[in-house]
């Protein structure tokens, strides 16, 4: 059976390069422990923006304007270079990376940051680009609401992936897509912790009768850049868990069988098989023959949306 290893360690927080480089490095450590598939959390490159819950709304512009900054100029940019050292160390072991990030918009305006994951294949290419739907309260005033362009279930030597990103997983529709894709490895890069929050990925999994990998953020007081700005106001405690990870891994139907990882950094491991999800889609698939599609039905816009279109003569 694959085996997949769930990275639970904080980034090089607002450091593109010195978090990518990281996770190279995490990725031939999973790879020497035997996986096939690495996966990263939410908004890994280059890191959560943590301080928009610490934030006042409307009252830190000043502050919030100059972490803004810092997080856009390390943004990633998907046309360009920035992912070309997670592409290689993924072609080099054939492997395959799911990967969360602060995605810069370089199609349009370039000034747009997107929360987003990238699923990319042992080759080495990019299989699937998902930006998150709808950011979370105030996660708006950082990122661009995505499309579903990305809401895809790709196949990968270790099953068919699809990924939503924390509470999109509260959207059914957006849940239902992909079960109706055919996705055995759900992947859910999260910010989310706690137990409500595992139960929540315990009903998906069996709801959807797939495995369920939340990947989880740690984050310490310590992990802050001491040039962060304000740290010593937003962060003053060193040993202080901002985010305890919860990193799981649950099989088809509900079972938890690793995990969680809580308040502990480290690499969490698992195996999976995903031949044993059609066995436990006997009794209960939500998109096959549990579903009524002569009462219901769900109408997906995959057209990728812009704000302008170009035509030329």
């Known amino acids: 059976m694959p085996r997949i290893a769930v990275v639970q360690k904080p980034p090089k927080f607002l450091d593109r390069e010195k978090t990518i480089l990281e996770a190279v490095s995490l990725i031939g450590e999973a790879v020497s422990s035997g996986a096939s598939l690495v996966i990263f959390p939410e908004a890994y490159i280059p890191g959560y923006p943590a301080w928009i819950w610490r934030l006042r709304p409307g009252s830190d512009y000043v502050l919030s304007e100059d972490l803004h900054a810092l997080l856009l100029k390390n943004s990633v940019t998907l046309d360009g270079e920035d992912l070309r050292p997670l592409r290689e160390a993924a072609k080099q072991h054939r492997v395959t990376v799911v990967c969360g990030m602060d995605e810069r918009d370089h ?5 747009t940051i997107y929360n987003t994951v990238a699923v990319i294949g042992p080759d080495g290419e990019i299989l699937n680009r998902h930006r998150k739907l709808m950011p979370t309260n105030p996660e708006r005033m950082v990122w661009g609401v995505g499309d579903a362009s990305g809401l895809k279930v790709v196949e990968t030597p270790c099953g068919r992936i699809g990924t939503l990103i924390c509470w999109e997983n509260y959207m059914p529709l957006s849940r239902y897509a992909l079960y109706a894709q055919g996705v055995e490895v759900y992947i859910a890069p999260t910010y989310d912790y706690g137990d409500g929050w595992i139960g929540t ?34 962060y003053p405690d060193p040993e202080e868990w901002i985010n305890p990870g919860d990193s799981v891994v649950i099989k088809p139907g509900g079972k938890i069988v690793s995990g969680p990882m809580r308040n502990e950094e480290g690499i969490l491991y698992g195996e999976i098989d995903s031949a044993s999800v059609a066995a436990s889609r006997r009794t209960l698939d939500v998109a096959g023959h549990y579903a009524r599609p002569d009462i219901f039905q769900l109408h997906v816009n995959r057209k990728p949306l812009k704000p302008v279109t170009f035509e030329f003569e």
């Open 107 to 111: 199609e349009m305006s370039r000034g």
């Open 201 to 234: 990925l315990q009903h998906i999994a069996r709801e959807g009768r797939c495995w369920v990998v939340g990947s989880g953020t740690v984050l310490r007081g310590r992990d802050i850049p001491e040039a962060f700005p304000s740290k010593n106001s937003l």
